[in-house]
C-alpha cells in the first residue's frame, strides 16, 4: 500500500522548468483579500493536497481510511514519466529554433496537447466537484438494481462491504483521469485540441513567462460555445504556446519571437484568467514582484 501524503495537481516536472540555479522558484498565493508575499520554494513543496487523489472509505476498517490507497498516484506517476519526456524533447526542439521532422514534430504536440488537457482535468476544484456525485449515482446505481446478491457477498468478502459509494467516487476519478473514450473528459479536450492552430511563443532575454497552479488558461468567443476558442500555455519562462480554432483546412505550427510587452500582457492575462488558481508562480523574483505591484 502507498502512503504518498503530499499528491502534486501540477507535475514537478513541469514546475522544475520554473526554477533558478539553485532548484527554487518564486510564487504568490492568492488570499481572500488580494495576493499574499512572494516566497521561494522547491518545486515539491507547492502545488499539491494531502491525499487529493485518494477517494475515503465511508467507514474506516482498522486505520485503512482509503479505497483502492495509491491506485491513482502510481498511475499518475506512470503517466507523468512519459509527459517529462516529451516535455524535454519538445524544449530541446525550441531551444534549437524549430521543428525538422515532421513525424516527430506531430508526435510532440499530442503529446503537448495530452499534457495541457491532462493539467485541465487535475485541477482539484474540478476533481473535487464531479467526485462529489458519487452519491447521487451510486442511489441511482442501487435502485436500479446494478447490484446481484452475489456482488455484494463478494463485496464484503474483499473488505469492501458499505463501500459501494466510495467505489462509484473512485470510477468517476479514474473516469476522468485516465479514459480515453468518447465522452471522457481527456477524449473531449484532446479531440478539439487537435483540430487547432499551434503557436509558439519566444520571449526576448530580460523578460519572461510566468505560471500559476491552473497554468492553462482557455478562452471562448462566445460563452456559448462548448470549445474553447484559444489555450495557453506557459511552457517555460521562455516559451508559451497557444492552441487556436484553425485558420486553414490544415493545422499551422508557428514559432514567433515576441517583445517584453507582449509577454506581459500574456502574463496579466493568465494572472486575471480566472479564480481557480492559487499561486502564481516564476522563476525570477523581480518579474513576479512587478506584476503584484500593478
Known amino acids: 500500500m502507498s502512503d504518498v501524503k503530499k499528491q502534486h495537481y501540477v507535475p514537478r516536472f513541469y514546475l522544475k522548468s520554473f526554477t533558478n540555479q539553485d532548484g527554487f522558484l518564486y510564487a504568490v498565493k492568492r488570499e481572500p483579500d488580494g495576493l499574499g508575499h512572494i516566497f521561494k520554494i522547491k518545486p515539491e513543496g507547492i502545488c499539491f493536497e494531502r491525499y487529493l487523489h485518494e477517494v475515503k472509505r465511508r467507514a474506516p476498517i482498522h486505520g485503512d481510511r482509503f479505497i483502492e490507497q495509491g491506485s491513482a498516484e502510481k498511475a499518475l506517476s506512470k503517466m507523468e514519466n512519459g509527459l517529462a519526456n516529451s516535455y524535454r524533447r519538445l ?113 526576448p532575454e530580460g523578460s519572461e513567462f510566468i505560471a500559476s497552479s491552473l497554468p492553462v488558461f482557455p478562452e471562448w468567443v462566445d460563452i456559448q460555445d462548448s470549445d474553447p476558442y484559444s489555450i495557453y500555455l506557459p511552457l517555460s519562462p521562455r516559451y508559451g504556446v497557444v492552441f487556436k480554432q484553425k485558420s486553414e483546412d490544415d493545422r499551422l505550427v508557428s514559432i514567433s519571437h515576441i517583445d517584453g510587452a507582449a509577454v506581459n500582457v500574456i502574463n496579466h492575462a493568465l494572472m486575471h484568467s480566472n479564480d481557480s488558481w492559487d499561486f502564481l508562480i516564476a522563476r525570477d523574483r523581480e518579474c513576479l514582484e512587478l506584476l503584484v505591484s500593478e
Open 91 to 203: 524544449i530541446k526542439q525550441l531551444d534549437a529554433g524549430g521543428f525538422s521532422d515532421t513525424d516527430e514534430t506531430c508526435e510532440l504536440l499530442e503529446r503537448l496537447i495530452l499534457l495541457i488537457s491532462f493539467l485541465l482535468v487535475r485541477t482539484p476544484k474540478y476533481l473535487k466537484r464531479i467526485r462529489s456525485n458519487a452519491a447521487t449515482y451510486a442511489a441511482e446505481l442501487e435502485s436500479g438494481g446494478f447490484l446481484t446478491e452475489d456482488d455484494r457477498k463478494e463485496m464484503d468478502a474483499e473488505g469492501f462491504g458499505g463501500e459501494f459509494e466510495s467505489i462509484v467516487e473512485l470510477a468517476i476519478q479514474d473516469v476522468a483521469l485516465f479514459k480515453f473514450c468518447e465522452g471522457a473528459p481527456l477524449y473531449s479536450l484532446v479531440s478539439s485540441m487537435l483540430k487547432m492552430d499551434c503557436s509558439f511563443f519566444v520571449a
